[in-house]
């Protein structure tokens, strides 16, 4: 009986020592077999960052061409500033502008959440590219009536026309 134990002590020990292969076990969420990866045997040659990004590269300059001064932009922000009759006016649009925009990312993770309406919205938006392409860009006389409606909206919002 003590060399059965000790024959099944040793077998024990030498099945938790050497490595163990699954042989045709399979993954818990899948239906196919685990197989092990797969071991590198080629050395791979990975091109140096100073290679990948030699045309990226740029160099400081001391080049006096467009200084910027952080004094100077803010005595001409002041100056703007001074100068406006309804600051109150502009204070209200700028917190408007930050409640739109927090507004915004609420509904949009709001969407989000829902399973199924992010891709319904994807495929809303391409097709609404797809209309844009063939409706303004796909032909000459259409884009030079895009241009035109551009120049159209840039002069209203200046408020030359």
Do not use: C
Not at 56 to 82: C, H, M, N, Y
């Amino acid at each position: 009986m003590a060399t059965a134990y000790a024959a099944g002590a040793s077998s024990m020990v030498a099945a938790i020592s050497r490595p163990r292969l699954p042989s045709a076990s399979f993954h818990p969420r899948s239906s196919l077999p685990y197989l092990p990866p797969r071991p590198i045997s080629l050395p791979l040659k990975l091109p140096s960052d100073s290679n990948r990004f030699s045309s990226l590269q740029t160099k400081a300059s001391s080049d006096e061409s467009s200084p910027v001064d952080a004094g100077e932009i803010f005595s001409d922000l002041k100056e703007k500033w001074d100068a406006l009759e309804n600051k109150s006016t502009v204070l209200l649009y700028g917190g408007g502008a930050v409640v739109a925009v927090w507004l915004s990312s609420i509904i949009v993770s709001a969407i989000n959440s829902v399973p199924l309406l992010p891709k319904i919205m994807e495929l809303v938006g391409l097709g609404y590219t797809g209309w844009f392409v063939y409706r303004y860009l796909l032909f000459k006389s259409s884009r030079k009536e895009l241009a035109a409606d551009v120049e159209t909206l840039k002069k209203k919002i200046a408020g030359t026309e």
